[in-house]
């Protein structure tokens, strides 16, 4: 059973530009949530989407959104990079509240 | 808000030896989950242990276990005959259970854990 996938694996944007990053969850998951994890604010919770519907978002700027398609697949958007957006994006998927997270490889962002 | 304290950024361990990770956490419910993940240099991370707030056992996989002091809040891992394999960042992480609560996982800080030959 193939894993969590994200890409595309590492990303150089410069700022201002805007950029979209896939995950594909497990399959059978439709659970899916993102992480932005930096060295100086560690782990931090983007969104979560279940079924196709963001059911919680974390205190990040407008400039971050995402949606689920119908397959469980997601995609999240920054839009007018910054160079602090610079980071390990983590997808985690699973099949529901009760049940075991599982992350993918991340993308690694670095805006210059 | 719920918040993750590890406190430890760095740990090393002799191999075969054995160390334990420290934890503490804050919250004002009483239905949640805990977790170990580690995160290799791969970046992925996975899940090692997991513990259910209303069970008083401790939960043990293979090499790891949990010491959960539920009064105290804190959570500490314990990992027994250590192995190079074992080198990584150690994150834990909080999230509650409720029907309807907020479902993402609350970090800690991690601790690096470095395994000497």
């Known amino acids: 059973k193939a894993g969590v996938t994200q890409t595309p694996r590492y990303l150089i944007k410069t700022r201002g530009q805007q950029v979209t990053l896939s995950c594909s969850p497990i399959s059978g998951h439709r659970s899916v949530s993102w992480y932005q994890q930096t060295p100086g604010q560690g782990l931090q919770f983007l969104f979560e989407?279940?079924?196709?519907?963001?059911?919680n978002k974390g205190n990040f700027p407008g400039r971050f959104s995402g949606r689920q398609f119908s397959n469980s697949r997601s995609e999240m958007n920054v839009s007018t990079l910054e160079l602090g957006d610079s980071a390990l994006y983590l997808c985690?998927?699973?099949?529901?509240?009760?049940?075991?997270?599982?992350f993918g490889q991340g993308t690694r962002l670095t805006v210059v | 808000a719920q918040t993750v304290t590890q406190s430890q950024p760095e740990m090393s361990v002799q191999e075969a030896e054995t160390v334990t990770l420290s934890c503490t956490y804050d919250?004002?419910?009483?239905?949640?989950?805990l977790f170990w993940y580690k995160q290799p240099p791969s970046r992925q991370m996975i899940l090692v242990i997991r513990?259910?707030?209303?069970?008083?056992q401790n939960a043990t996989e293979n090499r790891f276990s949990v010491n959960f002091q539920k009064a105290a809040k804190s959570f500490s891992l314990k990992i027994s005959d250590s192995q190079l394999g074992d080198a990584a960042m150690y994150f834990c992480?909080?999230?509650?259970?409720?029907?309807?609560?907020?479902?993402?996982?609350?970090f800690g800080s991690g601790t690096q854990l470095t395994v000497l030959p």
């Open positions: 985690a998927s699973s099949l529901g509240q009760a049940y075991q997270a599982f």
């Open positions: 513990q259910e707030a209303y069970k008083q």
């Open positions: 992480a909080y999230r509650t259970s409720g029907p309807g609560s907020a479902r993402q996982l609350t």
């Open positions: 989407y279940f079924s196709e519907t963001q059911r």
């Open positions: 919250t004002s419910e009483s239905d949640y989950y």
